[in-house]
């Protein structure tokens, strides 16, 4: 007997048509709610202080995330953290030991005696959080995605590009090649802006020694080739979450650049991708964390690993503050790959060579997340 095709392909065209007006409904009033969102310059941190007590369904992630999210066992031991003290005289070659085993193994570590005061560290998060706690109508003249004065205030970077919001507010500092207009960095984080901006200076300029030399290269070759010549400061705030079930701080993702330097206050909530398992990285009095990004991942031809990282959403009353400083390349026309030392028979190029306007240009157009930026670029 043949088949009817009629009925059945009529029935067929009625559920995707239904199919199709609902999801076309569904992203109509997502992209509705997002509009609204941006225009009203709240922040989520503004949602909160006007009493919100359930989540706006734009912040409401698919279930994969959400079933992931059980708390990370306890590990105390599993991101090292590396005492830097006498690290450019007797002690170097057992911290550069320690610091190439880190980068190779988790792409993760945490540093102590690295010469930041421990009232700079105190005073930078303090004012970071007095910015984020000043009134919406404050922080709303400067919300904005342009970069053009250097200095903006935003909810999540790839609002526009991802799939469900995160439960963070930023306020992103160009500090270097081109520090922003500094009339422009908001008053209440001015000074701790630029003194923090010196020490993260001095400090990423002895990370990249260590870790140039945990290659086998000679000390300078990362600062060479302009790796500390570009630097974003990230002044995070993850307010407190009424569902922190429902919603992340931060998906997870690598960072694109060469390093990332953070300073987390003491709420955690920090989570690295160890094999299959999410491990805490938990705040050490002190300390900063350090990890590899995605471009030195590419340079070092996979020695060191850039690994995946997120925040949860933030359960306390107060709000969880950190500051993560990139490193980038600052030489946008110039070729990036593996070093050529790294390179040999037994270990070809695992990249291919790219500019790093070609990189950006990749980077700012995709969702925050995954392996897919590092491995558009493999050989
Ligand atoms: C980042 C990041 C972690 C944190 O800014 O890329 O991973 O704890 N931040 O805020
Ligand atoms: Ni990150």
């Not at 988790?106 to 959080?129: C, M, S, W, Y």
């Not at 392996?371 to 493999?378: A, D, G, P, T, V």
Request: proline share 7%.
């Amino acid at each position: 007997m043949q088949p009817d095709p009629e009925p059945r392909s009529n029935q067929n065209w009625e559920t995707t048509a239904m199919g199709v007006t609902d999801t076309t409904q569904q992203a109509f009033d997502r992209a509705q709610e997002l509009k609204q969102f941006e225009e009203s310059k709240l922040g989520v941190k503004g949602l909160v202080d006007s009493g919100l007590t359930s989540l706006p369904p734009l912040f409401v992630h698919p279930h994969e995330t959400l079933s992931t999210l059980k708390p990370a066992r306890p590990k105390p031991d599993s991101i090292p953290t590396i005492d830097l003290s006498c690290c450019d005289s007797f002690r170097r070659p057992s911290v550069v030991a320690e610091v190439g085993r880190a980068a190779r193994e988790l792409g993760f570590f945490q540093v102590v005696n690295h010469g930041v005061p421990t009232e700079v560290l105190d005073r930078t998060i303090a004012a970071v959080k007095a910015f984020h706690e000043q009134p919406t109508e404050v922080k709303a003249r400067i919300y904005r995605r342009e970069m053009e004065t250097g200095v903006s205030f935003f909810t999540n970077y790839d609002l526009f590009h991802s799939k469900a919001a995160s439960w963070r507010d930023t306020l992103q500092i160009l500090l270097a090649p081109k520090l922003a207009d500094v009339e422009e960095i908001p008053e209440v984080c001015r000074n701790e802006v630029l003194e923090w901006n010196q020490q993260v200076q001095r400090l990423g300029s002895l990370l990249l020694g260590l870790l140039s030399e945990g290659l086998g290269l000679s000390a300078g070759k990362l600062q060479e080739l302009t790796c500390l010549e570009t630097r974003v400061m990230l002044g995070h705030c993850y307010p407190y979450c009424p569902q922190p079930n429902l919603t992340v701080g931060m998906t997870s993702h690598t960072d694109p650049g060469v390093i990332a330097l953070l300073l987390q206050d003491q709420i955690g909530g920090l989570q690295v991708k160890h094999g299959d398992e999410w491990v805490d990285v938990a705040p050490v009095p002190g300390a900063l964390v350090v990890n590899i990004g995605d471009i030195l991942q590419i340079m070092s031809n996979d020695k060191y690993k850039s690994v995946d990282h997120r925040v949860l959403a933030n359960p306390n009353r107060e709000p969880r503050v950190s500051i993560a400083t990139l490193y980038n390349p600052s030489n946008s026309e110039n070729e990036f790959g593996p070093f050529p030392e790294l390179v040999s028979s037994d270990k070809p190029a695992a990249f291919r060579q790219f500019t790093f306007s070609e990189y950006k240009r990749r980077f700012f157009t995709k969702e925050l997340g995954g392996k897919s930026l590092i491995n558009y670029f493999r050989a």
